[in-house]
């Protein structure tokens, strides 16, 4: 296996959504570093890969950069995966990128899945352009975003817990307005599979009588 990062998109749900040259590269390189271990283990037991993992997650990839990129230089191929879809999309993979390239490192990514896009093409709402926002800032900046964001005309895409889901939609209500047109995929892939479009008062209401459970993708129309 050639020495270089290869970045391997990983299924969001259905394991029948991860690809035959990602099976294939998983199984060659000589480490994959795994998000979560625990999680990327059942993956890898399914699809009878046993080559080694190592951890490599947002409270440790500071310190671990360093090393893997001199694993690299010195002959070695490694595989990044994340817990679900592809890396360094609101998961890990962005600094270890970085740190390969700038070290003339050559880096591979692979196609697959990623929750936004499939929750984009099937809402229904203009899709020739878009911004990604991924999750919005917990508390510091929330305010200052959303405000920027009222003024936005591209179809807008955001993540969101469960837990989470009620107070964004208020703030949308807040920023955006209670008639903007959202759709709400949650579960995408999984066997709860669901998606919801209305207006922002609508899938208030909606959530309001139906608790929300599993990861949500919130695709919003832009201000007309």
């Known amino acids: ?12 749900g259905n394991l029948e959504d991860i690809t035959i040259r990602a099976i294939r590269v998983l199984k060659e390189v000589d480490l994959i570093l795994a998000e979560d271990t625990r999680t990327s ?16 997650h947002m409270h440790n990839e500071h310190k671990t950069v360093e090393n893997i990129v001199n694993r690299i ?9 994340t817990d679900a879809g592809t890396p360094a999309i609101s998961d890990p993979g962005f600094l270890l990128s970085r740190a390969c390239i700038k070290n003339d490192i050559e880096i591979e990514c692979l196609p697959g899945a990623t929750a936004f896009v499939p929750a984009l093409v099937n809402s229904g709402l203009p899709n020739d352009k878009f911004v990604f926002e991924g999750f919005l800032p917990v508390k510091k900046g929330r305010q200052t975003r959303l405000k920027f964001l009222a003024e936005e005309t591209r179809t807008m895409i955001f993540y969101e817990s469960p ?8 703030n949308f209500t807040e920023y955006f307005g209670e008639n903007r ?25 909606y959530f309001t009588t139906k608790a929300p459970k599993g990861e949500f993708v919130l695709v919003v129309s832009g201000k007309k």
Do not use: C, D
């Open 73 to 81: 230089k010195n002959g070695e191929s490694i595989a990044l995966i």
């Open 41 to 56: 283990g059942k993956l890898l037991k399914h699809f009878e890969i046993v080559t080694h993992m190592q951890s490599h």
């Open 1 to 12: 296996m050639e020495s270089k990062l290869y970045l391997v998109p990983t299924p969001i």
């Open 163 to 170: 837990h989470k889901l009620l107070k964004t939609l208020h």
């Open 181 to 205: 047109s959202i759709s709400v995929s949650r579960e995408l892939t999984k066997m709860y599979e669901e998606t919801f479009r209305g207006t922002v008062k609508e899938t208030i209401h």
